[in-house]
């Protein structure tokens, strides 16, 4: 049943207009149907289905959200833009500028459609690549404006030894140039605590996040990272961190108490992995939580050789929460907006006057019933409509549904 994009409406006067935009009959997920009023990037008024539409003005843009759940935008807080949608390609990764411009564009256009207004993308830096990656990356999060937050995370091969020169002077660059966190990946480098040293020291001289990979299998190593980042701001965030599931509980468990008392933040990617095909394990939700660690959701891989399926789709990732790692819907859901916003440093959102207008509205009247069947979509940034998905189910006429009264969309059954 394929999604087809369409383009988001405009208000009367054939113009976007951010400063008055009513969104009508939408149902949050304590039930109440309301109308919500956004204005100049915000949520300016939230009031019971139809009492907002005579004080809205002739010329407020309306969007009829009958039928459709109203929820804080998800944000996407770990994507690789750089090597997304490249599974299919032939012989070694293309690193040509415009090439990537056109992966990261489409990639970050696929990820808004599923609903994320706000991305943190994790591009290599140095070795064949120099900063060219980057760059293009760079140049995306320009061209994106107006329709999504993408933000970067440099990330240098080696920062230890002879090439660890060179890997420093790098990061160095791509700060120079605009990437907003540092990061990488220090079980990679051959001294992974010199790694995480020059990532943090780095970080502090520039006042900038720290984002790294790390499959967090061996504790002595976790609990060196924790102890040498513990209270540095603007904060450390850690990812996936598979390896955790794979240790012995009690381990695990103190591992976990050490990455709380940092106050570290653990991104997992319940999709897939990223960086490595055999790294498919996703790290343990509910230990982390329990231990007080605040736990963010991302996709990972988006269709490359790490996930050649992956749909870089922020609800399907909170799908997989639920169904698979036990979590009720509404902290599912959380990791991939409210946690996941946290992580990337954004404001909260809620649905409240007052708060940031990022939302997502999704056909259906549940959380647990959206996550399950998140078909069409409506997704606003700052206050207006930026993407619409819209399905359409149809099946054949049939005795089957006759009579039953069964919810149906369409135009009709197929002849």
Known sequence: MPDRQQQPPHSSSGQTDTAALLLCGARLTDGRAVDVRLGGGRIEAVGTAGSLAGASGALAAKVDLDGYLLLPAPAEAHAHSD??????????????????????????????GHGATALRSHVRVGDVQGLDALAAVLQVRRSLRGLAELTTVAMPRVLTGAAGADGLAMLRDALKMGASAVGG?????????????????????????????????????????????????????????GGLGRLPAEVASRAADQLA???MTVVCLPQGG????????????????SA????????????????PVGRGDPLE???????????????????????????????????????????????????????????????????????????????????????????????????
């Open 83 to 112: 090597t997304a949608l490249t599974a299919d390609g032939d012989g070694p990764l293309a690193y040509d500028d415009q090439e990537i411009q056109r992966r990261a564009t489409e990639a970050a256009l696929l990820q808004l």
């Open 185 to 241: 990946c220090p079980d990679a480098d051959p001294d992974p605590t010199g790694y995480v040293e020059a990532v943090l020291e780095l970080a502090s001289e520039h006042g900038c996040p720290v984002d790294l990979h790390t499959d967090a299998a061996d504790p002595a190593r976790l609990a060196r990272l924790a102890a040498m980042a513990g209270g540095l701001r603007p904060g450390v965030t850690l990812g996936p961190c």
């Open 261 to 263: 008392a940092a106050g």
């Open 274 to 289: 990223c960086g490595s095909a055999d790294l498919r394990a996703t790290a343990p939700v509910r230990l982390l939580r």
């Open 292 to 307: 007080g660690v605040r736990v963010a959701a991302g996709s990972g891989a988006l269709r490359d050789v790490s996930n």
């Open 317 to 415: 990732a909170a799908y997989l929460l639920a169904s698979r790692h036990g979590l009720r819907p509404e902290d599912a859901y959380g990791a991939v907006s409210c946690a996941a916003r946290a992580a990337l440093g954004l404001p909260e959102v809620r649905v409240e006057a007052g708060f940031p207008a990022e939302l997502l509205a999704v056909r259906g009247d549940r959380l647990d019933g959206v996550l399950s069947l998140a078909y069409s979509r409506i997704v606003v940034h700052r206050g207006r409509v930026v993407a619409r998905t819209s399905a359409v189910r149809e099946y054949c006429n049939s005795a089957a549904a006759s009579g039953l009264d069964l919810p149906r969309q369409g135009r009709g059954g197929l002849s």
